[in-house]
């Protein structure tokens, strides 16, 4: 069979060789020898290249072509085919189909899981199904050439299907697309496909290694199948994956970036909109844990909070009960709104000397209700009492002079003197 022959000529010819595929091994490549050269000179005949419904036209189809041969070489009729199942393209074929459907399903519900145990199990069975199946395809060819798929009716109408699609397609832009967006192509299969074949199994810290090492390896393959067209059978499935996976990558990675800038920005330019999470309480942006009262003269005190509506202010308890239930499952944190709570610690023993000894194995849990901060300094806040003033004392009433009269003895009309009684 002549090589140099492509597209729609080559494919013609794999035909009608499976069509006289009964005759002795010697002749049959004397006939084809003939043909390709037949071919050669139809092909010259049209101003571009011709597709496979164009032939179809001009020549026949391909067992009629075969027909025709046949009554001209004086080779007999064939009158049987071999059995469905030795048929090495229709088996080829089948194997293909479940490569290129059944293991791509397994590996986009892996893909659209979320990741975890499910996300690697199927992802497991996905690639498993699509290699498993890409190789008894291969081996089933039997050492024939691939393109004997196509002679198989499944294989033609895909055929033509996939032509008439193409024709759809100026030249101009068909040839675009095969210089230039075919290694595009090469290079994003292959580094969204390692890349995500990482993080599909939770390694995302040499996800870029193996985006790297992917797209390598997708060129490395796509100039491989160019050469040996068995390698269609693990490329065509795997590209049924990357058709999925690049896009929804790319959009998942642009959104992600846009999304990213938006909060940026928002958080930027409207902190006067920000919304406080629904449970727990926060102070300039931080979660509060605990709260440390303390009165006037900076003694610590314990309190109750409550609200405006008088609803209790409560947190989590930390407290060394509260966290050996958690640890054993037995209950949920409990709350309270009694403030300093007591915070579950566990100190390093030491001796009477104050030295490090060597830790129980069993860790010895310890409330405390000491902050973890040095306590403020409050000035005296206390109100200095005001002294009573004293009342001034009651000034003494000035007596009334009372009279007091001595007569002068000896001394006849003598006058009285008044003095007044001290």
Same mark, same amino acid.
Not at 388 to 398: G, M, N, R
């Given at each position: 069979? *002549? ?31 003939d ?22 036209e ?17 080779y007999?009729?064939?009158?049987? /085919? ?37 996300s690697?199990?199927f992802? &497991?069975? $996905?690639?498993?199904?699509? &290699? $498993?199946?890409?190789?008894f395809?291969? /081996? ?5 050439? !691939?393109?004997?798929?196509?002679d ?15 024709d ?20 994003l ?11 599909? &199994?939770?390694? +995302? ?8 090492? +992917? ?20 490329v ?12 929804? &990558?790319?959009?998942?990675?642009f959104? +992600? ?9 928002? *958080? ?7 919304? !406080? ?7 300039? +942006?931080?979660?509060?844990? *605990? ?18 509506? $008088? ?25 309270? *709104? ?20 060597? !830790? ?19 000035p ?11 009342? !001034?004392?009651?000034? /003494? ?26």
């Amino acid at each position: 069979m *002549n090589s140099t022959l492509t597209g729609a000529v080559a494919m013609y010819l794999s035909q009608v060789r499976a069509e006289l595929s009964d005759l002795p091994p010697g002749e049959l490549a004397d006939v084809l020898e003939d043909v390709s050269g037949h071919l050669t000179e139809v092909a010259a005949e049209f101003d571009s290249e011709p597709t496979i419904t164009a032939l179809h036209e001009r020549l026949g189809t391909p067992r009629q072509y075969a027909d025709e041969l046949r009554t001209a070489a004086g080779y007999p009729p064939r009158t049987t /085919k071999p059995p469905a199942d030795q048929n090495p393209a229709k088996k080829s074929l089948r194997w293909g189909l479940i490569a290129a459907l059944v293991g791509p399903f397994f590996v986009m519900i892996a893909v659209f899981s979320g990741g975890g145990g499910v996300s690697a199990f199927f992802g &497991f069975v $996905g690639f498993v199904i699509l &290699f $498993g199946a890409a190789y008894f395809g291969v /081996k089933a060819l039997r050492g024939n050439d !691939p393109r004997i798929v196509l002679d198989t009716p499944q294989g033609q109408r895909g055929e033509r299907a996939i032509r008439d699609l193409l024709d759809q397609i100026p030249p101009n832009l068909r040839k675009e697309l095969v210089t230039i967006g075919q290694p595009v192509w090469w290079v994003l299969r292959g580094a969204v496909g390692g890349g995500g074949f990482f993080l599909l &199994f939770g390694a +995302g810290a040499v996800a870029v290694v193996g985006a790297i090492a +992917g797209a390598i390896v997708s060129v490395w393959v796509a100039r491989r199948t160019q050469q040996d067209h068995r390698w269609l059978w693990y490329v065509v499935p795997l590209n049924v994956v990357a058709a999925i996976a690049v896009p929804a &990558f790319l959009s998942a990675a642009f959104l +992600g970036a846009y999304s990213g800038v938006f909060d940026r920005d928002y *958080n930027n330019n409207s902190n006067s909109n920000y919304n !406080p999470p629904e449970q727990g309480l926060t102070w300039n +942006g931080k979660d509060v844990s *605990n709260i440390y009262p303390f009165d006037a003269q900076g003694k610590q005190i314990s309190v109750a909070l409550y609200t405006q509506d $008088g609803e209790a202010i409560t947190l989590p308890l930390q407290d060394c009960l509260t966290e050996n239930n958690s640890n054993n499952n037995n209950a949920s944190p409990g709350n309270s *709104n009694i403030f300093p709570h007591p915070i579950a610690t566990y100190p390093t023993p030491t001796d009477e000397t104050g030295t490090e000894t060597e !830790p129980p194995a069993e860790p010895v849990c310890t409330d405390n209700s000491k902050p973890p901060f040095a306590p403020p300094q409050f000035p005296n806040l206390t109100p200095t009492p005001t002294p009573t003033p004293t009342p !001034p004392a009651a000034s /003494k009433p000035i007596p009334t002079p009372t009279p007091s009269v001595k007569p002068t003895a000896g001394k006849p009309g003598a006058t009285l003197t008044v003095q007044p009684t001290r």
